[in-house]
Antibody, heavy 119, light 110 residues
Framework: EVQLVESGGGLVKPGGSLRLSCAAS????????MSWVRQGPGKGLEWVSS????????FYADSVKGRFTISRDNAKNSLSLEMNSLRVEDTAVYYC????????????WGQGTLVTVSS | QSVLTQSPSASGTPGQRVTISCSGS????????VYWYQQLPGTAPKLLIY???QLPSGVPDRFSGSKSGTSASLAISGLRSEDEADYYC???????????FGGGTKLTVL
C-alpha cells in the first residue's frame, strides 16, 4: 500500500523558515517523480514544486521560486521542502504527492501538513 | 486566477448525469494529458481520472473523462449523495513549466 506521510508543519512568523518532510513507503520511491501541492484555507489546489526521480529536473511555481527548495533522498525514501522568507499567503495545507508513472501529475497524495504564517 | 477554468459550482439530483468542464489553452490541455481529482470535505485529493479518460483501479465507471482541443470534461452518471465533493482538473503547462490546476468545482447533490 502506498503511503505518504508529511511532517514539519506548524506556526511560523512572516520572514521565518520551515522544513517539511514526506516519508514514502509501499513503492519504489526512486522510480517516481514527486510534488508538493498546497491548499490555502477555503481555497483550491495550488501546485508548488515538482522533482523527477533522479533530482535532475526541478520545477517551481513562480509564487515560491527563490524562496522554496525541493529535494529528495532516494536512499531514505524521503522528500523535503525547505521554505524560507515565508509570507502570510504561504499559509496552507501542504500535500506531498507521488506522480503517476512517467508523469509529474499526481496519483497518490499524503494527508497533508498545515503551515500557518502569522505574527 | 487559475490557469485552467472551471465553473465554481454544479448540482444534480440522485441518479442524474452531471458534467464538469475545464478550459485551458494550447500550452496546457491542448498539449498534455488531463487529470481529475475528487476532494471530499476534510480529506486529501483522490485521483479520479488520468490521461484524459482512464479510470484508476477502484474508481466506479460512473465517472468518465474526455478531452477535445483545449477543453476537458468530467462526467458523473447515476449521481449519488457520496459524490458531493470538490472536483479539480489538472495538467502540465509547457509555458509555465509546471502543473496547472483548475479552480475547482463544488458539486452539490440535491
Amino acid at each position: 500500500e502506498v503511503q505518504l506521510v508529511e511532517s514539519g508543519g506548524g506556526l511560523v512568523k512572516p520572514g521565518g523558515s520551515l522544513r517539511l518532510s514526506c516519508a514514502a513507503s509501499g513503492f519504489t520511491f526512486s522510480d517516481y517523480s514527486m510534488s508538493w501541492v498546497r491548499q490555502g484555507p477555503g481555497k483550491g489546489l495550488e501546485w508548488v514544486s515538482s522533482i523527477n526521480s533522479g533530482s535532475s529536473h526541478i520545477f517551481y511555481a513562480d509564487s515560491v521560486k527563490g524562496r522554496f527548495t525541493i529535494s529528495r533522498d532516494n536512499a531514505k525514501n524521503s522528500l523535503s521542502l525547505e521554505m524560507n522568507s515565508l509570507r502570510v499567503e504561504d499559509t496552507a495545507v501542504y500535500y506531498c504527492a507521488r506522480g503517476y508513472s512517467g508523469s509529474y501529475l499526481s496519483e497518490y497524495w499524503g494527508q497533508g501538513t498545515l503551515v500557518t504564517v502569522s505574527s | 486566477q487559475s490557469v485552467l477554468t472551471q465553473s465554481p459550482s454544479a448540482s444534480g439530483t440522485p441518479g442524474q448525469r452531471v458534467t464538469i468542464s475545464c478550459s485551458g489553452s494550447t500550452s496546457n490541455i491542448g498539449s498534455n494529458f488531463v487529470y481529475w481529482y475528487q476532494q471530499l470535505p476534510g480529506t486529501a485529493p483522490k485521483l479520479l481520472i488520468y490521461r484524459n479518460n482512464q479510470l484508476p483501479s477502484g474508481v466506479p465507471d460512473r465517472f468518465s473523462g474526455s478531452k477535445s482541443g483545449t477543453s476537458a470534461s468530467l462526467a458523473i452518471s447515476g449521481l449519488r449523495s457520496e459524490d458531493e465533493a470538490d472536483y479539480y482538473c489538472a495538467t502540465w503547462d509547457n509555458s509555465l513549466s509546471g502543473q496547472a490546476f483548475g479552480g475547482g468545482t463544488k458539486l452539490t447533490v440535491l
